[in-house]
Structures are given as structure tokens and as C-alpha cells.
């Protein structure tokens, strides 16, 4: 049969402070083509601080179709305020034109 327990010991030293995260690693939000064309441009409100990140783009709603073709979304470029992407050919890699009036939802996050 164990015994009584102890009294409790004292507090340890403070840990050092983690990594910046949240928010500040991460983008989103919505983006709308005015007018339809090959590549759709992304500005972030504020610069994340490096092109070593990794976007993701879905279509959000699209009210006169995608566009031409089957394709798949391709990221073209990556800048700290910004990336672009486009729409590329499933069958051949070509560019494709994306509509005019399609949304999409994107998320870039810093790859660490």
C-alpha cells in the first residue's frame, strides 16, 4: 500500500518563448475575375514576409461555368505580396481561359 502523498514541490522556471505562428504565418480570403483570361493574380492585404509558402485554390462559386476545358489549377508565381495561378489543359498543359464572375477561395501558408 503506497503512502501519503507529498507536499507539492515548487513552480519551474519559465519556458522560453515559441515560434511566431497563427495569422502572421498564413493568407486568405476570396478573389473574383472581372473579366475572363488565362491568369487570375492574388494580392494579399499585407505581405507575408517570404515566397516560401504553399497555396491552395479551390473554386468557391463559378454562375457562367469555369471555363473552357477540363484543367487543373496551376500556382504560375509567388511573391511576399502576392501569387498568380491559372487554369492548364488536364490533357496537355496548355493555358485555359478561366470565366469572367468565377470566385475563388485561397490559403497560403509558410512552409517552416
Known sequence: MPGPQGPQGAQGAQGSTGTTGGIASARAGLVTT????????????TAIGTTNYTVSVIVYQAPTGFGSGSCYINVESQTTTGFAFSCRSASNGNLTTINGGVTFEYIAIIVN
Request: aromatic share 8%; proline share 0%; glycine share 8%.
Open 34 to 45: 472581372s473579366a475572363s483570361g488565362t491568369t487570375v493574380n492574388v494580392a494579399f492585404s
